[in-house]
């Protein structure tokens, strides 16, 4: 099995903004990513093996898990505000009904393929006790969140193949250095009749509004060709090949992920008001949001860490409710670039029975954004 960890990066892609695409007039953190916001690190296990029949159970493999740190210190032990929302329920997402009501995310967070929640939920609960010997004994039970997109047009599903070692993997190689495209949880998804998977990006507000971070991640794995959107150029339609159309996966009922750090003090209250506002991002793209999509958003907050026994957060600690309309439009661009990396990113693969889902073409896209600047 072919393993790669979170120090691969696929030089022939591009991403977005450097095919001269500029999304929004919010000026990106240095890396561009998630872990522009202090202490907030990302890993990968990707699992690649096998080609040809589908064998249930057997292969081929196209999977991963991809997991977030919000900081490196015991999650368990010193939670950071949260908040959930689902924009269409068609998951199998685990543990945001206790973020929900408790404002609190005590684990990493977790993301993986639809039938391997069960299997990343149980290593991640050992990886929680190992940590904290008293949890569920003399502490309270812990709360993995584990989230998903289904895999299926290119992986063996039925297989499950994700296992302990590969999520413990995936923290421990977490890092700022967040890898794109066809890794992690992202390797066997498609979205938009292409190949897609991780995607990254952030943006830095100006010091009059706090000079604060929002970061962004999304698993894609969503929407129709012929609906693509990039910076308000239709590219699906523009892309048009009626060869390739007839061939390309169906992504309609498809699902994304959206995670949303910040370093901006806020309640689980507020960070619901910025996890409310990724549709905004996603809607620029071209997604309707289609019945059969499971799109689920985790934000948090990184300022100020909360103590498990003290669990002390008050007014006096939050931004002022009417500042948030610069982190909304924050939230809005990174959620659009993000997903607009994940495609430019990800590399034409193959899969299982033969299904090939192609990367989006680079040189074709580039001539497009330059026609339409």
């Known amino acids: 099995m072919y393993q790669i960890g979170g120090e691969v990066s696929f030089m022939a892609r591009k991403r977005v903004r450097e095919l001269g695409l500029v999304i929004g007039s919010g000026t990106p953190g240095p890396r561009n990513a998630i872990s522009d916001v202090p202490g907030v690190k990302v890993g990968h296990t990707t699992l690649i093996e096998g080609e040809g029949k589908l064998v249930p159970g057997a292969g081929p493999i196209r999977t991963g898990v991809t997991a977030i740190l919000p900081h490196g210190g015991n999650l368990y032990d010193e939670p950071v505000g949260a908040a959930a ?91 700022t250095k967040v890898v794109e495209g066809c890794v992690g949880a992202g390797t066997g998804m498609t979205a938009y009749g292409y190949k897609s998977g991780i995607g990254t990006a952030s943006r830095r507000l100006a010091k009059k509004h706090g000079a604060h971070t929002v970061g962004c991640l999304v698993v894609l794995n969503c929407g129709r060709r012929g609906d693509l959107i990039m ?89 002022p409710d009417k500042l948030l309309t610069p982190l909304f439009a924050a939230v809005a661009e990174a959620t659009e670039e993000a997903i607009l990396n994940a495609l430019c990113m990800a590399e034409s693969m193959e899969g299982r029975d033969g299904n090939l889902a192609e990367a989006i073409p680079i040189d074709r896209l580039r001539h497009l954004i330059e026609r339409f600047k």
């Open 85 to 175: 929302h689902v924009i269409n329920g068609f998951g199998k997402a685990t543990g945001l009904a206790q973020v929900a009501e408790l404002g609190v995310l005590e684990a990493p967070i977790l993301i993986t393929s639809t039938l391997n929640v069960g299997l990343v939920w149980d290593a991640a609960v050992q990886y929680l006790i190992d940590q904290n010997p008293e949890a569920a004994i003399s502490s309270p039970t812990p709360n993995p969140v584990v989230l998903e997109c289904h895999d299926g047009f290119l992986n063996d599903a039925q297989g499950r193949h994700v296992r302990q070692q590969h999520v413990l993997s995936s923290i421990e190689k977490c890092s």
């Open 231 to 319: 910076g308000g150029i239709p590219v699906g339609k523009l892309l048009k090949d009626p060869q390739t159309d007839r061939m390309c996966p169906r992504g309609e009922d498809g699902s994304i992920i959206v995670i949303l750090g910040t370093d901006a003090p806020l309640s689980s209250r507020q960070l619901g008001r910025l996890a409310r506002r990724a549709v905004v991002g996603i809607g620029r793209t071209g997604s309707v949001v289609s019945h059969g999509s499971g799109d689920f958003v985790v934000a948090f907050s990184t300022v100020p860490r909360i103590s498990r026994q003290k669990r002390i957060f008050t007014t006096r600690d939050q931004l």
